[in-house]
């Protein structure tokens, strides 16, 4: 009997063998089907814009070197050998990769990004491009092409602003001025290059995978067809191979509650003394331990009922101050109080109601409370749910020009797609926001500066919150003048 049992397991196992390559390696799903991957085109894309990032790094160590060659020319007043070839060459290269970037890239969205990408760029040749032959006497008409395109008007040599050149035309020496204008321009063009830079890496970032391998009508009709024809195999394979392991297990099985039963019961010893106590010991010790635990959990829950009757207290004091119309809370009304407060009810601060908080001023040692919480809540919290209703503006270029010249006058604003800022109106008031993901550096700080107050900057912070928004007001269609700076704050 054992013999033939062995023999018939041997069949059974080499008919096994037989089948389970053919199911391993024939098998595929229904409706599954060669196709050309996606990878190496995503790749491709990953690589344009790295290479994208790549020239942009470039360009700015390029213009910075640039940068610092002709500040200590003009201190040192030497000029000669100084020119702007090797920034051009470096521009030359970021166009190239801003094309290679964008033949895969056709969304509405990043046009309107390589549009920004492409003014800057050409803002910056503007200046860099006459410099080529350098910047002494030999190329002084060119020099007096940038003065002219950065606005350096002779009539301020009077004001100490302009002070070069001293010859007739009034133009074509370079010093102190026209460096220092130079400077500011470039730090301000190449960081609206980087914003818009950076703006294409967040559209990559929010881009949902897109599955562009689907079979067209023919091809699902021939897979159809294929996956009808051959189906039959696999499942007339994987029932024998089913049948056959059954066999075995069967087998198997009863050989193995055959000999078990044969085994003769072994009795579980009795636990000692030893063990007993070793028990015991551990029980008591863990016993302890929760008795600590809820003692410690009762502590925390008084400590925690203490600070929520002390946070009513404080809303209860700014609720009556705030009705009452007094015009400031002094610093002792914020002073931490054990005392239980009389108010046993939470007190919700009225955050739908701006007016409520009107009434309500600070010393300079308390916390100044925006007029807008709600809004600046919404905007450090989510953003993107406050783009429907903004209207996106920028700093016109004349009024960045009158700013770079004479330093006090009031930024003007205008409605331009794909600007640095929000404007939204709430309760008949213009406030300007930063825009959603506007990333604040050392090429655009300067700008953003004049706007709000940037609380705690520091060039390796990038993150910030709203602390009040800056308030402007219409001065004609589409243009706005800045009335009051907003304030953020980097942490």
Request: proline content about 6%; charged content about 25%; hydrophobic content about 30%.
């Given at each position: 009997m054992n013999i033939v049992k062995g023999n018939y397991i041997k069949v059974l196992l080499a008919l096994l063998v037989a089948i389970a390559p053919v199911l391993v390696l024939d098998y595929r799903p229904s409706g599954a089907q060669s196709s050309p991957s996606s990878t190496p085109a995503v790749n491709q894309t990953n690589n344009a814009f790295n290479q994208l990032k790549k020239s942009r790094d470039e360009l700015k160590a390029s213009l910075d070197k640039f940068k610092e060659a002709i500040k200590k020319a003009v201190?040192?007043?030497?000029?000669?050998?100084?020119?702007?070839?090797?920034?051009?060459?470096?521009?030359?290269?970021?166009?190239?990769?801003?094309?290679?970037?964008?033949?895969?890239?056709?969304?509405?969205?990043?046009?309107?990004?390589?549009?920004?990408?492409?003014?800057?760029?050409?803002?910056?040749?503007?200046?860099?491009?006459?410099?080529?032959?350098?910047?002494t006497k030999t190329n002084e008409d060119k020099i007096a092409q940038v003065q002219r395109y950065l606005k350096l008007d002779?009539?301020?040599?009077?004001?100490?602003?302009?002070s070069e050149p001293p010859n007739k035309k009034g133009y074509g020496d370079f010093g102190d001025a026209t460096q220092g204008a130079i400077d500011t321009f470039l730090t301000d063009e190449f960081g609206k290059l980087d914003n818009a830079i950076n703006q294409l890496e967040n559209l990559s970032a929010?881009?949902?995978?897109?599955?562009?391998?689907?079979?067209?009508?023919?091809?699902?009709?021939?897979?159809?067809?294929?996956?009808?024809?051959?189906?039959?195999?696999p499942l007339f394979a994987a029932a024998l191979f089913g049948a056959i392991l059954g066999?075995?297990?069967?087998?198997?099985?009863?050989?193995?509650?055959?000999?078990?039963?044969?085994?003769?019961?072994?009795?579980?010893?009795?636990?000692?003394?030893?063990?007993?106590?070793?028990?015991?010991?551990q029980?008591?010790?863990?016993?302890?331990?929760?008795?600590?635990?809820?003692?410690?959990?009762?502590?925390?829950?008084g400590r925690i009922e203490n600070l929520e009757n002390q946070i009513r207290r404080l809303q209860g004091?700014?609720?009556?101050?705030?009705?009452?119309?007094?015009?400031?809370?002094?610093?002792?009304?914020?002073?931490?109080?054990?005392?239980?407060?009389?108010?046993?009810?939470?007190?919700?601060?009225?955050?739908?109601?701006?007016?409520?908080?009107?009434?309500?001023?600070?010393?300079?040692?308390?916390?100044?409370?925006?007029?807008?919480?709600?809004?600046?809540?919404?905007?450090?919290h989510n953003p993107r749910s406050l783009s429907g209703k903004a209207i996106e503006v920028g700093e016109t270029e004349e009024s960045i020009n009158n700013r770079r010249l004479s330093g006090n006058q009031l930024a003007i604003l205008e409605n331009?797609?794909?600007?640095?800022?929000?404007?939204?109106?709430?309760?008949?008031?213009?406030?300007?926001?930063?825009?959603?993901?506007?990333k604040i550096n050392e090429y655009n700080y300067s700008t953003v500066e004049v706007l709000f107050e940037c609380r705690n900057y520091d060039a390796n912070y990038s993150d910030y919150k709203l602390v009040k928004p800056a308030r402007v007001q219409m001065v004609s269609g589409g243009t706005w003048q800045l009335q009051e700076r907003g304030i953020i704050e980097f942490y």
């Open positions: 201190k040192d007043k030497k000029l000669n050998g100084i020119d702007s070839q090797e920034v051009t060459a470096k521009i030359a290269a970021l166009k190239t990769a801003k094309t290679d970037f964008f033949k895969s890239e056709t969304s509405a969205q990043s046009k309107e990004t390589a549009t920004q990408i492409d003014e800057a760029i050409a803002a910056i040749s503007q200046v860099i491009d006459p410099l080529n032959q350098g910047l002779k009539k301020d040599q009077t004001k100490g602003k302009f929010e881009k949902p995978t897109v599955n562009s391998d689907k079979p067209t009508g023919a091809s699902k009709e021939k897979t159809a067809s294929d996956n009808n024809s051959s189906n039959w195999f066999s075995i297990a069967s087998i198997f099985g009863a050989e193995f509650f055959r000999r078990r039963s044969q085994i003769p019961t072994q009795q579980t010893p009795p636990k000692t003394q030893e063990s007993q106590s070793t028990e015991s010991s029980i008591k010790y863990l016993n302890a331990r929760i008795d600590s635990l809820t003692t410690n959990g009762k502590t925390d829950s004091e700014v609720i009556a101050l705030s009705h009452s119309g007094s015009s400031n809370v002094t610093s002792t009304s914020w002073e931490i109080n054990p005392t239980p407060s009389p108010y046993q009810n939470p007190i919700s601060l009225p955050f739908d109601d701006p007016q409520a908080y009107s009434a309500v001023s600070y010393e300079t040692n308390t916390p100044q409370a925006s007029q807008t919480p709600q809004l600046v809540d919404i905007y450090n331009k797609r794909g600007g640095s800022y929000w404007i939204i109106k709430e309760d008949s008031i213009d406030y300007m926001l930063p825009k959603q993901n506007l």
